[in-house]
Each structure stands twice: as structure tokens, then as C-alpha cells.
Nanobody
Framework: QVQLAESGGGSVKVGDSLNLTCVAS????????MAWFRRASGQEREFVAA?????????VYGDSVKGRFTISRDNRKNTVYLQMNDLRPRDTAVYYC??????????????WGQGTQVTVSS
């Protein structure tokens, strides 16, 4: 089983950038798709981005983050990243890393991290 650990969250201002990191351990990393989801307070979990084991040529994004967020991975380091630019208050949430089968749906991911908080204020 894969253990996932997110880092890089924080409190920023509107328009700022953050780069989230998720490190995987405990099992093979490369065959799995990796994804980022988020959950704002009182809201359902929302798909943010996902990337296949092959990398950037098979990455998908949620509509609310297209053009602002970029997902990438380094299979040698068992790490997936989420570069977030032009952050908005709407992006405030706990961000979760997940591994599984490439999909927009959280039910297709088997392993989840504990999450990292991102807060965007005006």
C-alpha cells in the first residue's frame, strides 16, 4: 500500500502562488495515476488535477483551475507536485493527494494523504 504525505500549503494573498508536494512511500509509485483533490469547509470533495504515470502528456484538470494550476510528477523521486498560480479565495481548501486509476472521480483512487491546508485571503 502507498503512503502519501502532502506539504507546501499555507496562507497567501490573492494572486500569489504555492507549490504543493506529495511524496509517496511504501509501494511502487510509477504504475499509478496521481491526483489532487480539495475540500473546502462544508463542501464536497472536488477534483483538481490528475496525471498518469507517463507524466504531463496525460494530465487532466478541473474546470475551476484550468490555466492556473499545473500538475507534474517525478517518478524517480516518488513525488507529485501541484503548482498553483493566481490563487483566489475560492481556492481555499484542504488539498489531498491520491493514487489510483486516472479519473475525475475520487472513488477511483485507493490511497489518500492527510491533506494540507491552503488559505487565500484578499
Amino acid at each position: 500500500q502507498v503512503q502519501l504525505a502532502e506539504s507546501g500549503g499555507g496562507s497567501v494573498k490573492v494572486g500569489d502562488s504555492l507549490n504543493l508536494t506529495c511524496v509517496a512511500s511504501g509501494s511502487a509509485f510509477s504504475p499509478y495515476a496521481m491526483a489532487w483533490f480539495r475540500r473546502a469547509s462544508g463542501q464536497e470533495r472536488e477534483f483538481v488535477a490528475a496525471i498518469s504515470w507517463r507524466g504531463a502528456d496525460a494530465a487532466v484538470y478541473g474546470d475551476s483551475v484550468k490555466g492556473r494550476f499545473t500538475i507534474s510528477r517525478d517518478n524517480r523521486k516518488n513525488t507529485v507536485y501541484l503548482q498553483m498560480n493566481d490563487l483566489r479565495p475560492r481556492d481555499t481548501a484542504v488539498y489531498y493527494c491520491a493514487s489510483g486509476t486516472l479519473s475525475f472521480f475520487d472513488r477511483n483512487y485507493d490511497n489518500w494523504g492527510q491533506g494540507t491546508q491552503v488559505t487565500v485571503s484578499s
